[in-house]
């Protein structure tokens, strides 16, 4: 089956950065869109950015220019590079990816488990 795991989550200092990844496994054939989402306590999940197939990326405005989406599709892998980090930041990521799986007729959603980025001094 397919699965989305994400990696590099922690504690850091306000200012400080983090890498985060999404790696994907299993029979898959091809990734399509993927996605960086967050939630935080109490409040709903919101999209911090997305990158297409070919690299191109959309960034929600809170990212102020502070976090950069890449992926390697060699190795399935999605990441998310945060630098600058503020304690707003604070909040379990998500990836999300449209992905068609070996011998599939459609292509399906899939999430990760979720990270946990924590920033306090």
């Known amino acids: 089956q397919v699965q989305l795991v994400e990696s590099g989550g922690g504690l850091v200092q306000p200012g400080g950065s983090l890498r985060l990844s999404c790696a994907a496994s299993?029979?898959?054939?091809?990734?399509?869109?993927m996605d960086w989402y967050r939630q935080a306590p109490g409040k709903q999940r919101e999209l911090v950015g997305s990158?297409?197939?070919?690299?191109?990326?959309n960034y929600a405005d809170f990212v102020k220019g502070r976090f950069t989406i890449s992926r390697d599709n060699a190795k399935n892998t999605l990441y998310l590079e945060m630098n600058s980090l503020k304690p707003e930041d604070t909040a379990v990521y998500y990836c999300?990816?449209?992905?068609?799986?070996?011998?599939?007729?459609?292509?399906?959603?899939?999430w990760g488990q979720g990270t946990q980025v924590t920033v306090s001094a």
């Open positions: 999300y990816a449209d992905i068609v799986a070996v011998s599939a007729t459609y292509q399906a959603g899939y």
């Open positions: 299993g029979s898959i054939l091809s990734i399509y869109g």
């Open positions: 990158i297409t197939s070919n690299g191109r990326t």
